[in-house]
């Protein structure tokens, strides 16, 4: 019988603290899963050295390709990912939800500036979302990346954890798992 296969992305220092430096790893592992870790590629020989162990998988986040793509995309991508991504929860606060779209309002590149004041009218018209409402990680389909497709082929995930919602970089990776048919689980 072949092993369950998690994919965990830790795209940040909290992530990596929480996901490597608790026991969440190592009980997944002890379980008998088996955990891609999902983390800054310049970290890779470090998190092997300090946390590897039969089991543990550590793959590269490919940041600058996600980077690429969402700086090239701004425009088109930001939009629907700034209402799906801060509406998707119906635990959501508004107030977090205003705060994260400022936030990225901050962030943006001159020619995304523009599309603000629609994106935070979409923001609290839609979120959070009502019941039967699309999943917002599926109408962003149409922005799929295949950053991540060759390593969903090669360990074939069953599960891909992630520690936001889609609001950091893992935006990428959980829009492919949803293209390869993997559940998602965000924290």
């Given at each position: 019988?072949?092993?369950?296969?998690?994919?965990?992305?830790?795209?940040?220092?909290?992530?990596?603290?929480?996901?490597?430096?608790?026991?969440v790893v190592s009980t997944l592992l002890d379980a008998g899963l088996e955990v891609v870790l999902l983390t800054d590629d310049n970290l890779l020989d470090k998190i092997r050295r300090d946390f590897g162990r039969p089991g543990l998988i550590v793959e590269g986040l490919r940041l600058d390709q996600a980077r690429?793509?969402?700086?090239?995309?701004?425009?088109?991508?930001?939009?629907?990912?700034?209402?799906?991504?801060?509406?998707?929860?119906?635990?959501?606060?508004?107030?977090?939800?205003?705060?994260?779209?400022?936030?990225?309002?901050?962030?943006?590149?001159?020619?995304?500036?523009?599309?603000?004041?629609?994106?935070?009218?979409?923001?609290?018209?839609?979120?959070?979302?009502?019941?039967?409402?699309?999943?917002?990680?599926?109408?962003?389909?149409?922005?799929?990346?295949?950053?991540?497709?060759?390593?969903?082929?090669?360990?074939?995930?069953?599960?891909?954890?992630?520690?936001?919602?889609?609001?950091?970089?893992?935006?990428?990776?959980?829009?492919?798992?949803?293209?390869?048919?993997?559940?998602?689980?965000?924290?």
């Amino acid at each position: 019988m072949t092993s369950k296969r998690i994919f965990i992305c830790a795209d940040h220092g909290l992530a990596i603290v929480y996901f490597l430096q608790t026991d969440v790893v190592s009980t997944l592992l002890d379980a008998g899963l088996e955990v891609v870790l999902l983390t800054d590629d310049n970290l890779l020989d470090k998190i092997r050295r300090d946390f590897g162990r039969p089991g543990l998988i550590v793959e590269g986040l490919r940041l600058d390709q996600a980077r690429r793509y969402s700086s090239r995309s701004a425009i088109l991508n930001n939009g629907g990912w700034i209402s799906s991504s801060a509406g998707a929860s119906q635990r959501m606060n508004l107030e977090t939800v205003n705060n994260y779209v400022n936030w990225v309002q901050s962030e943006a590149s001159a020619s995304a500036q523009g599309n603000f004041p629609a994106d935070q009218g979409r923001v609290g018209f839609d979120a959070p979302f009502p019941p039967g409402a699309p999943d917002p990680v599926v109408a962003a389909a149409p922005f799929h990346t295949s950053i991540y497709t060759d390593l969903f082929e090669r360990y074939q995930p069953d599960l891909v954890v992630a520690s936001t919602a889609g609001w950091r970089m893992d935006r990428y990776l959980l829009r492919e798992a949803k293209a390869h048919h993997v559940k998602t689980l965000q924290l």
